[in-house]
């Protein structure tokens, strides 16, 4: 095994596939997920991509968090979430009778059918 790739078990009697690298001078360790969900060919291949783009000068935990922010945006800016961001800023002006039947038509007609369709997919 190359150095810097480990196979981790834990006190729990779990194994975890890590990669332990150096970036700007400091340690640091990737985690790539547990035996038997991450493989062998898996780890490595995920290990193999870490080490391209250390190589090219970036650092694989700083694109893995990038791209979990990412994640988090897009899943915030589906249709539902937009559509109750509109009824709290538009209501404010109407009966509450008018906003309960709104949110009730919302909730019961649109969002099962839309709710997550428009989520920038």
């Known amino acids: 095994m190359k150095k810097g790739f480990i196979s981790?078990?834990?006190?729990?009697g779990g194994k975890l596939w890590r990669f332990d690298y150096r970036y700007e001078g400091k340690?640091?360790?990737l985690s790539?997920?547990?035996y038997p969900?991450?493989?062998?060919?898996?780890?490595?291949?995920?290990?193999?991509?870490a080490r391209k783009l250390i190589a090219a000068g970036g650092d694989p935990a700083?694109?893995?968090?990038a791209t979990k922010a990412a994640n988090?945006?897009?899943a915030?800016?589906?249709f539902e979430v937009i559509a109750r961001e509109w009824y709290q800023t538009h209501i404010a002006d109407?009966?509450?009778?008018h906003a309960k039947r709104t949110l009730t038509r919302l909730e019961k007609d649109v969002f099962p059918w839309m709710g997550a369709a428009f989520g920038g997919d």
Do not use: C
């Open 8 to 12: 981790t078990i834990m006190p729990q």
């Open 27 to 29: 340690r640091k360790t």
């Open 32 to 34: 790539f997920g547990g």
């Open 37 to 49: 969900d991450v493989g062998l060919s898996d780890a490595r291949e995920k290990r193999d991509d």
């Open 62 to 65: 700083a694109q893995r968090k």
């Open 72 to 74: 988090a945006e897009r």
């Open 76 to 78: 915030g800016n589906n």
């Open 94 to 97: 109407k009966t509450e009778d």
